[in-house]
């Protein structure tokens, strides 16, 4: 059974971490060792049996950090790998599936991910980029995070490695 498990993720402006956090504390509840890192400071995979990562959404691409993190193709091999992005500013991403975009679909196949979900964003007062804050200014902005939804499939997640899938 896997026990270690690295929840990574690329984010700008927290919101992402956020949910990474989520996921990781429903792994612990489960048994599971889970660790929260940002992609860009993970050197090496070696210690985990399986990884979890996720990106934030910037104009259809995953955060940078999260992009390059899933290049490491030889290192994420072999390992049970679960991706997830987080970015639609409105209730869409809790009523019904939004696929990977093209990036994030072709990581997925190059590196045999298990699955990919799309999380609600987002983006409120204070936040970094010209564009994000021009639409928090606009009305656009809001939090949309659905952690039920989030902690259901970190659920679904912790099931598969501690060998319950029935619990999925």
Known sequence: MPD???VTYGTTNGSTARIAEAIADVLRKDGLTAEVRPA???ASVASYDAVVVG???YAGRWQ???RRFVRH???LTGRPLWMFSS???DASASERDIPPVPGVRRAMTRLDAKEH???GGC???GVKGFFARKLVSSGKGGDFRDFEQIEAWAAGIGAELVGEPGKR
Do not use: C, M, N, Y
């Open 4 to 6: 270690s498990v690295l």
């Open 40 to 42: 860009q400071t993970v």
């Open 55 to 57: 990106g934030g959404l």
């Open 64 to 66: 940078k950090h999260a």
């Open 73 to 75: 193709r030889r290192a």
């Open 87 to 89: 970015g639609p500013l």
């Open 117 to 119: 979900i799309t999380f």
């Open 123 to 125: 983006l409120e007062d």
